[in-house]
């Protein structure tokens, strides 16, 4: 993005991660990565809770599954709502960069979230070609 001249703002919401250590863990990550290249970065709740009350009944579901989908269409709701408060046309993911998760479940979420949240678009970027996983 920056190389195309497109400045992100890094909105980290995971309320999926868990313990707390390993959020954290992750968010100081993240917070050093955006400071190193000077970007905005939004900490959003970490609500580990209202996510696994969310997924109940799910706990077996196999990765790429239908508790995968639940969390990208609450995760993309939620960063959806995020960019039409700021004013912010254009949302997209990293989740669309792992070759772990079925990035046609990711797009689906985040078509369904733009369409749920008024004035702003999803990028549906692939992330996984030119440079990242083939």
């Known amino acids: 993005m920056l190389a195309n001249n497109i400045t992100p703002i890094i909105y980290f919401y995971n309320p999926n991660i868990y313990p707390e250590e390993e959020y954290l863990k992750r968010k100081q990550e993240i917070e050093a990565y955006a400071q190193r290249l000077g970007l905005e970065i939004v900490d959003a709740d970490y609500d580990y809770?209202?996510?696994?009350?969310?997924?109940c009944g799910m706990e077996?579901?196999?990765?790429?599954?239908?508790?995968?989908?639940?969390?990208?269409?609450?995760?993309?709701?939620?960063?959806?709502?995020?960019?039409?408060e700021?004013?912010?046309?254009?949302?997209?993911?990293?989740?669309?960069?792992?070759?772990?998760?079925?990035?046609?479940?990711?797009?689906?979420?985040?078509?369904?979230?733009?369409?749920?949240?008024?004035?702003?678009?999803?990028?549906?970027?692939?992330?996984?070609k030119g440079g990242l996983y083939e």
Do not use: H
């Open 60 to 84: 077996t579901l196999p990765e790429r599954g239908g508790r995968c989908q639940y969390c990208f269409n609450m995760r993309l709701l939620q960063t959806a709502k995020y960019a039409a």
């Open 86 to 128: 700021r004013g912010i046309k254009y949302f997209t993911t990293t989740l669309a960069s792992s070759r772990w998760k079925d990035f046609n479940q990711i797009i689906e979420a985040g078509r369904r979230a733009s369409s749920m949240v008024e004035g702003v678009e999803f990028w549906e970027q692939n992330w996984r």
């Open 49 to 55: 809770t209202l996510w696994k009350s969310g997924t």
